[in-house]
């Protein structure tokens, strides 16, 4: 239904007036400038129009030779005007377009690195990309020609059928009289225009998402050999986008037809009266040349107005993609009453958690659990029990649906979001690395941080050695998601991050799930130098990383079902000592050659 009322007239008109009071209307003042200069060479043409009758009467017919030399001087005087304003206006309206478009990437991209996590969750990074750059870009062309062409062919229109009228009312009546008939058509063209521009955005944003996972995923792509698949996928786009594209042409062409033929009614019916006027002495061929000079020359910004709507649509419907993700606030908030967090100890309670995702599915029941300060616990349990979400609740990536989750004493919904997170680190599986140089991935989250800083923590992270080797050492570039080192060398620089951080607290998600034995013996050793003196939460699918846990904690459908060391839960012999069997098997059987 949202999407249907954008095409209503309310809607329009609502979209138009909040581009102008949150966008627009700053640079009001740099407007004004650019329609002065538009106004000066509206009026020149217009001039140029009207000097016509001095030339042809004065000039041609009474053969006034000192007239002549004054046309000419003042027609070069009109054309250096005409330039200069023109110049004026067009860096005037460069620069309001710009800085518009500008305003509106930043509000953007600012509202995205504040969105909640679930928020990118549900989207594709390609379909976020899309909207900084087809959606902006249709935004920036719309600007750009809404402000010019709105200003320059308005007033252009505007002084030349003045100049008609006081030339002769009653002729220039007669030459406009069929121009509002056009305006109907004109309108239902734009919102025919506007669907077609929404539905190509759509496709476009498909397309980009399509080429950002094929180019990121062209390892699996060409290992799986399906190549054909993704031609397959991608043709299909491309023509779909292709269709609606020509199908944005005709649309837009439609103008043409119209706008044509009333003009060439309106010129025809000058032709006829003017001419019989002209014949029968009533008004002067130079009146007459420069009335259908002035007529002709309004036709032509008429044309581009009647298009303009056109490309006015198109920057609707960007703008309302764009205004309708920036509407979307997020839900993980500081509270009114929050205040910074200060950890002395860093334990971590439970109290009854459970959590829902917004689908609606039932993650976690009533969970609680005690982590005492400088206790390294460990979160084991089958594939989608919950442990990673537990995991997530602590730096409130999500918040709990009910209980409450305590570090210190205290609510960590209560505290600020910077001081809660700043006292987490976070290692994952998915090591996110930038395409930055190696000193700058580390130093991720502490800028300030000295080479000598950023040295120890390589060294501590078991990552120095190997830097070292680097073509450039530290200022080596990684490459996107640091493409160009192995996957033991991108996790110990994830580690040596966090190293760096030195934060109270520290949470492992599989840190070393998808490494080598070589590299995980590499990783762990950094591993154990980083959890000394932290309160550390592990996540891990190889029960042999959590062995030495002071506490393990079993999650089952979202529930606790056992906790306690890792010889308590071989004696209980329930889940734990299943999985620890069934990994023992899986490790000790002979891999099929």
Same mark, same amino acid.
Request: glycine share 6%.
């Given at each position: ?64 030779? !000192?007239? +002549? ?6 027609? *070069?005087?009109? /054309?250096? @005007?005409? =330039? #200069? ?59 750009? !020609?809404? +402000? ?6 308005? *007033?252009?229109? /505007?002084? @030349?059928? =003045? #100049? ?430």
């Amino acid at each position: 239904m949202k999407f249907l009322n954008l095409f209503s007239d309310k809607a329009t008109f609502s979209l138009v007036n909040r581009l102008w009071h949150e966008h627009i209307k700053p640079y009001r003042w740099h407007i004004g400038g650019g329609l002065l200069c538009m106004a000066i060479a509206a009026l020149t043409t217009a001039f140029l129009a009207k000097l016509l009758q001095p030339l042809f009467d004065d000039v041609f017919v009474a053969r006034d030779e !000192t007239m +002549l030399f004054q046309v000419a001087f003042l027609v *070069l005087i009109v /054309f250096i @005007l005409k =330039g #200069l304003s023109s110049f004026g206006e067009s860096v005037s309206m460069i620069y309001v377009g710009q800085k518009i478009i500008g305003d509106i990437q930043r509000r953007l991209f600012d509202h995205f690195i504040s969105a909640d996590l679930a928020y990118f969750h549900a989207r594709s990074s390609g379909e976020l990309v899309s909207r900084f750059t087809n959606d902006v870009n249709l935004m920036r062309n719309a600007v750009t !020609t809404a +402000l010019t062409g709105m200003g320059k062919d308005t *007033l252009s229109i /505007f002084f @030349l059928v =003045g #100049l008609m009228f006081y030339q002769d009312w009653v002729l220039a009546s007669l030459a406009f009289f069929v121009f509002p008939i056009a305006i109907l058509p004109i309108v239902q063209i734009g919102k025919k225009m506007r669907k077609v521009s929404l539905n190509t955005q759509e496709e476009m944003g498909d397309f980009t998402i399509l080429l950002h996972q094929v180019f990121q995923g062209m390892r699996i792509v060409k290992s799986y050999a399906m190549e054909t698949y993704e031609q397959m996928r991608a043709h299909a786009l491309i023509n779909s986008l292709s269709l609606l594209t020509i199908k944005g042409g005709r649309v837009r062409s439609a103008s043409h037809p119209i706008m044509e033929t009333l003009g060439g009614i309106a010129i025809v019916i000058v032709i006829l009266y003017g001419g019989t006027q002209v014949i029968a002495g009533n008004r002067t061929t130079g009146t007459f040349i420069s009335f259908i000079t002035a007529l002709l020359l309004a036709y032509e910004p008429m044309k581009r107005l009647a298009n303009l709507n056109a490309n006015l649509q198109e920057g609707l419907a960007a703008a309302w993609r764009i205004f309708s993700a920036i509407d979307l606030k997020p839900t993980i908030v500081n509270a009114e009453e929050a205040s910074p967090l200060k950890i002395k100890e860093g334990e971590i309670i439970f109290n009854n958690v459970g959590f829902s995702y917004p689908n609606g599915k039932n993650a976690l029941k009533n969970v609680s659990l005690d982590i005492p300060a400088g206790c390294r616990i460990a979160l084991v349990g089958p594939s989608g029990s919950g442990k990673s979400t537990l995991l997530n609740l602590i730096p409130r990536f999500y918040d709990v649906t009910s209980g409450a989750i305590v570090i210190d004493g205290v609510d960590i919904r209560k505290v600020t979001l910077d001081s809660l997170r700043s006292q987490i680190a976070l290692v994952s599986q998915e090591v996110i690395l930038f395409d930055d140089t190696v000193k700058a991935n580390i130093a991720y989250g502490k800028l300030e941080a000295s080479q000598e800083e950023i040295v120890t923590a390589a060294k501590a992270a078991a990552a120095h050695n190997f830097i070292m080797a680097l073509p450039q050492g530290y200022d080596t570039l990684v490459g996107e998601q640091g493409i160009r080192l192995s996957g033991g060398q991108r996790q110990r620089l994830s580690i040596a991050r966090a190293m760096l951080k030195n934060a109270p607290i520290l949470l492992l998600d599989e840190a070393t799930s998808s490494l080598d034995t070589e590299s995980e013996r590499q990783v762990q050793v950094a591993l154990d130098r980083l959890m000394e003196g932290r309160t550390t939460v592990v996540v891990a699918h190889r029960l042999s990383t959590v062995m030495d846990a002071d506490v393990i904690y079993v999650i089952e459908a979202g529930e606790l079902s056992e906790q306690g060391t890792h010889l308590q839960l071989l004696e209980n012999n329930k889940t734990y000592a299943r999985l620890v069997e069934l990994q023992f098997i899986a490790d000790a059987m002979p891999i099929a050659s």
